[in-house]
């Protein structure tokens, strides 16, 4: 097994997280992964994550790390505005490349990425990091080995703390130039590809969004979604100033039976009932089983420390994303998250928008 020699772009909230992520990957044995370079304009905050990382090499300008010899895979954390230029560099410098969602600021410029990363042969990866939650996970296998039946009505409630005057998050979030929208691009994509994950292909969208709190980025959004097939999903996000834990609430109605699975707060569960029997609680040790085997492991074969590393709850959910990841460029398959799936997500935030904007239905066939 070769190493893998990452270069990182942007070392701020979320590149710190991969950087403790990559380096938990390491020093389990779950990965032979090697930080070779990052890079970031803030001068401090990238040499206090070199130190903390022990990165060797540190640089200023990301076409410098994307040329760089010692690279082999490059992770593109930087605000969104930033990532169509460092992808386009990455995929000139033909190296496979991870990058955060949302992956632009608007559907056509995500689809050019995709375009991008295609034509230079380079394997692309997203941060759609919901993809690698168990009780996403256990969810889908429940869907899978039961009679649920046909798929009715999904719900989605997400809350979270306005993350532009909070002190852990950054100003850049309230800049529209910047994050491309509020609460519905910069974080309920996530909600988006769950949906469309679950329910299948979204055909239509009829949405409104509110500015609240006066910013130039909406802070509510709710969204009716239509899925082929005719099930129906709605969508509710907004971004608060009450001092209580991000929450997503995830209530799926099929035929003969639901799912509820709450997440983000300090209480995770999920909650299930199917026709003819009672409901049943899944605790967080079983749901794992699910994340263990979506990765191709299994717990007996492991250390505690890398179980603990690829399952345990908040930043080490990005760990199970970076191994799914990079085991992909390894073994030369198809990322999962792709840019693709990335994009399917920005058609949709993009029709919303549009909805929005118009106050009527729009179709996405
Ligand atoms: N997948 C997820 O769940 C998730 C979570 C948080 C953030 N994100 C996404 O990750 C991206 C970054 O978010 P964040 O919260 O880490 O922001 P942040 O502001 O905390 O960090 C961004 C870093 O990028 C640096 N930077 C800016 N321009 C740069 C440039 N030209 N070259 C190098 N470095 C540059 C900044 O100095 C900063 O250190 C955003 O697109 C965001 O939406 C995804």
Redo the contacts with the bound molecule.
């Keep these: 097994m070769s190493t893998s020699r990452i270069g990182l772009?942007?070392?701020?909230?979320?590149?710190?997280?991969h950087l403790t992520s990559l380096a938990s990957l390491r020093h389990s044995g779950l990965l032979d992964v090697d930080i070779s370079a990052i890079?970031?304009?803030?001068e401090d905050?990238?040499q206090q994550a070199a130190e903390l990382f022990d990165v060797p090499v540190t640089y200023?300008?990301?076409k410098d790390l994307v040329v760089d010899e010692t690279v082999d895979i490059v992770y593109i954390?930087?605000?969104?505005n930033?990532?169509g230029?460092?992808v386009k560099a990455a995929a000139k410098a033909k190296k496979p490349l991870f990058c955060?969602?949302?992956l632009a600021r608007s559907w056509p410029q995500a689809s050019e990425l995709m375009g991008v990363t295609k034509d230079a042969g380079v394997s692309s990866g997203v941060?759609?990091?919901l993809r690698y939650d168990q009780f996403l996970l256990h969810a889908k296998k429940l869907i899978e080995t039961n009679d649920f039946g046909q798929p009715m009505l999904a719900h989605i409630r997400d809350d979270q703390r306005f993350?532009v005057d909070h002190v852990q998050?950054?100003k850049?979030?309230g800049d529209r130039s910047i994050?491309g929208g509020g609460t519905l691009i910069?974080h309920s994509i996530?909600d988006i590809d769950v949906l469309g994950w679950f329910f299948g292909t979204i055909e239509s969208v009829y949405a409104r969004i509110n500015y609240f709190a006066g910013k130039k980025v909406e802070d509510q959004a709710s969204l009716v979604l239509t899925h082929e097939g005719g099930a129906v999903s709605t969508l509710d996000s907004i971004w608060h100033c009450v001092e209580r834990p991000n929450e997503r609430m995830i209530e799926l109605f099929f035929e003969k039976g639901f799912i509820s699975i709450r997440l983000e707060s300090d209480k995770r569960v999920l909650d299930y009932q199917l026709q003819g029997a009672g409901p049943v609680r899944v605790w967080e040790e079983t749901a794992n089983l699910a994340l263990l085997e979506t990765l191709g492991v299994h717990s007996k074969n492991l250390s505690l420390e890398s179980v603990e590393t690829l399952t345990s709850v908040g930043a080490e959910r990005?760990a199970a994303l970076s191994y799914a990841f990079l085991k992909s460029i390894q073994s030369g398959t198809e990322p999962f998250p792709s840019f693709r799936d990335a994009v399917t997500a920005h058609k949709v935030v993009d029709a919303a928008y549009d909805s929005a904007s118009k106050n009527q239905c729009v179709d996405l066939l």
């Design positions: 772009i942007g070392t701020g909230n979320i590149g710190r997280t890079c970031d304009i803030d905050a990238m200023k300008d990301f954390c930087a605000p969104t930033k990532h230029s460092m955060e969602k949302p941060g759609l990091v993350p998050y950054s850049w979030r994050a910069e996530h990005y």
